[in-house]
Structures are given as structure tokens and as C-alpha cells.
């Protein structure tokens, strides 16, 4: 069968998102002694073996034998997109220490040109680079594009960086965040009419006492204190049992996904690992951040019935029943 032979080190598995399915991927002590090990992609390794267990059995790649140590899960080919990202295709690959492949196959390409030979000496056909984080993506694309140009003058190499990627990236990001925007504001604005209902209500039912209070002297700016007062703890109580409900997120969806895991097992392995390995992270400086956010609804939100209590004309208040 047809394949693609790739020398490697134990670090491409994690930089190419490759997922074991049975055995290990290639080690360092295995690359570092040159052994005769390899590891087979899913589709390689049911032409290969069918039904049988790859792990432990030879394959022969290039007249020389190499002894099955792991099989990767099935992974979708990368798309080429615009011309910043080649396509790759990982399904039908076999994967070799790459300090195994030079003491096989040596560097040494030799390509006929009618009655004559060109002989090209390749030592890496591939260099796959992580970075920290998006940001630094194009930055260092354009170190490593400097110190090739100096060593490389005849400009043999190329550099894919997928930038329409990042671009879609940073705009399902933007999106993101302005969806979760408009949900807490849409939130923010209904609990705020929830708790000036419950003023305007607390108002009406109090319209009496409103009425003693000023027949004793109280001041309109008393009356607007008295109920400002009782909005913000109203909201001051519902800001912490919203954090405490938030502390409880991160425990009540890791007993949601124990109880998928043992009732549902099927439906949780489809699922991305993105998915199953979902955490909440609740960051220190939100808290307080949320509560003086609730806070400050109330306070909004619980000036008007403030008001129309203390605009109430005294007498009118006394007939009140």
C-alpha cells in the first residue's frame, strides 16, 4: 500500500494533535537509540491488519522491518486554506524516530536528469513550530523568515503560517465576546425590572407608612434613602448567592460529566476532547467585579420606585388603606 513515511520526534504527536488509539507514541529514548519502532496511523493499520492487534507485530517500510508500538486514533487532514496552510493528510502515515530514518535511508536524494544525476543532501524536509500564544504567531514567523534568508540565500525553503486561521480566529473570538456581552446585558436589564417590580410593589403596599413617616417630619431625601437602602441590599444579597452558585459551577458539570461517562459512554467518546475536557475557570478579579456590577443595577434600577415614594403627597399617603 501506499503510504507516507515520516521521521519524527515524540514531540510531533502533541504539536499535530495526534491521539493514540493503542500502545505509545515514539519516545525519546527510542529515537535516541535508533531503533526500529514505529507507530501506524488508523487507516495504515487496518489495511495492514484488519482485525488482528498491530502492537508488537513487524511491518516492512523500505526493505527493512519495524515493529508496531502504537496506533493513533483517526484525524482529519488539514485543509489547504488560502494558500497560508498546505494540506496535510496524517491517516495513511507510518511514523518512524527520525535518527532511525537517516541510519536507514540516509540524507542523500538522488534525482536523474537524462544521461547525469543531481544529488541533494536533505536533513529536514519539515519543521513544525508551537508558540506560546496567538499573538506571537506572525512574529515569529517573520524571525524565523530572517534567519533562513541569511542562511539560506538560495531561498530553497518555504513558510506556512496560517493566517486566514488566526483571522477567523480573532473574528469567532469578537463574536464570541460580544455574544456573551449582549446575554449579560439582556440579563442585567431583566433583573433590574425584576427588582424594581419589587420596589414599585413594596411601594404601593407601604404607601401608608410613607405617609406617617412624613406627617413626622421626614424629608423627601429621607424617604429616597430609606428605599436606595433597602434596594441595594435586596441586590447586595442577590450579587453572593450569584457567587456562591458560581463556585458550585466548576463541581456540578464534573459530576455532569461522571454521569455521562458511566451512563452514556458512547456519546461522550464522539464528543471533541475540547468538549469532554471543559472546565470552568472562575478568575479572582471577576468577583468582585460581579458583585459592585449587581450593586450598582440595583441602585439604578431602584431610583425610580425611590422616588415616586418620596414625590407621594403626605395627606393623600394617610388615606391610604
Not at 515520516?6 to 504527536?13: D, I, K, Q, S
Not at 502533541?14 to 514505529?38: M, Q, V, W
Amino acid at each position: 500500500m501506499e503510504g507516507r513515511l515520516v521521521g519524527c520526534t515524540p514531540e510531533y504527536a502533541e504539536i499535530n494533535k495526534l491521539k493514540l488509539s493503542r500502545g505509545h507514541f515514539l519516545t525519546t529514548t527510542e529515537c535516541e537509540a535508533k531503533k526500529n519502532y514505529c507507530v501506524l496511523a488508523n487507516e495504515t493499520a487496518e489495511r495492514l491488519f484488519r482485525f488482528a492487534n498491530p502492537i508488537g507485530k513487524n511491518v516492512k517500510v523500505e526493505n527493512a522491518f519495524y515493529q508496531v508500538v502504537g496506533v493513533l486514533e483517526p484525524r482529519q487532514a488539514t485543509a489547504a486554506i488560502g494558500g497560508s496552510l498546505d494540506a496535510q493528510e496524517f491517516n495513511t502515515d507510518i511514523y518512524i524516530p527520525i535518527k532511525t530514518l537517516w541510519e536507514r535511508m540516509g540524507d542523500l536524494t538522488i534525482i536523474p536528469q537524462g544521461s547525469s544525476q543531481e544529488r541533494t543532501e536533505i536533513e529536514l524536509s519539515q519543521i513544525t513550530l508551537q508558540v506560546g500564544s496567538v499573538n506571537e504567531v506572525e512574529a515569529t514567523a517573520k524571525a524565523i523568515e530572517t534567519i533562513l534568508s541569511a542562511r539560506r540565500p538560495d531561498g530553497d525553503y518555504a513558510i506556512t503560517v496560517p493566517l486566514e486561521l488566526l483571522e477567523q480566529a480573532r473574528t469567532t473570538r469578537l463574536m464570541f465576546i460580544l455574544f456573551m456581552g449582549m446575554i449579560a446585558a439582556i440579563s442585567l436589564v431583566v433583573g433590574g425590572i425584576g427588582i424594581m417590580n419589587i420596589m414599585l410593589a413594596t411601594v404601593t403596599e407601604r404607601t401608608r407608612e410613607i405617609g406617617i413617616r412624613r406627617a413626622l417630619g421626614a424629608k423627601r431625601s429621607d424617604i429616597t434613602r430609606q428605599f436606595l437602602v433597602e434596594t441595594v441590599a435586596l441586590s447586595s444579597v442577590g450579587g453572593i448567592v450569584g457567587i456562591l452558585v458560581g463556585f458550585t459551577c466548576g463541581p456540578i458539570i464534573e459530576f455532569g460529566k461522571y454521569i455521562m461517562k458511566t451512563s452514556f459512554p458512547t456519546v461522550m467518546a464522539s464528543l471533541p476532547p475540547e468538549v469532554v475536557n471543559m472546565s470552568p475557570i472562575i478568575v479572582p478579579w471577576s468577583i468582585p467585579v460581579a458583585f459592585f456590577i449587581a450593586v450598582g443595577i440595583g441602585v439604578i434600577f431602584g431610583l425610580y420606585p425611590a422616588r415616586r415614594a418620596a414625590m407621594m403627597d403626605p395627606i393623600e399617603a394617610l388615606r391610604h388603606e
